[in-house]
């Protein structure tokens, strides 16, 4: 089992930065990836950034070249630092484990840009 704690969401102007922390129950190279997934009202969630074991990352287009996913392997955490942010990147923010036999998620911490 894997257990995700989310932190570092909330309220900031357009333009401003904001940085997510999710901390993990075991070490996440054990892991075979971890990934920040975004819901806003209305919509279906989806996949922002995620990072593989072998440290390989990839993003949604919207976001490539503001946010920026990475890993500190002693804290068994992963963050996703969040640049320049919009409006349209209001939503709650959900971490998530993948591993070979099932997917964990946090709780989510919501994320509101004002404009």
């Known amino acids: 089992q894997v257990q995700l704690v989310e932190s570092g969401g909330g309220l900031v102007q357009a333009g401003g930065s904001l940085r997510l922390s999710c901390a993990a129950s075991?070490?996440?190279?054990?892991?075979?990836?971890m990934g920040w997934y975004r819901q806003a009202p209305g919509k279906q969630r989806e996949l922002v950034a995620r990072?593989?074991?072998?440290?390989?990352?990839n993003y949604i287009d919207s976001v490539r070249g503001r946010f920026t996913i990475s890993r500190d392997g002693a804290k068994n955490t992963v963050y996703l630092q969040m640049n320049s942010l919009k409006p349209e990147d209001t939503a709650v923010y959900y971490c998530?484990?993948?591993?070979?036999?099932?997917?964990?998620w946090g709780q989510g911490t919501q994320v509101t840009v004002s404009s």
């Open positions: 075991r070490s996440i190279f054990s892991i075979n990836a």
């Open positions: 998530n484990a993948e591993t070979a036999t099932i997917n964990y």
């Open positions: 990072i593989t074991s072998h440290g390989n990352t």
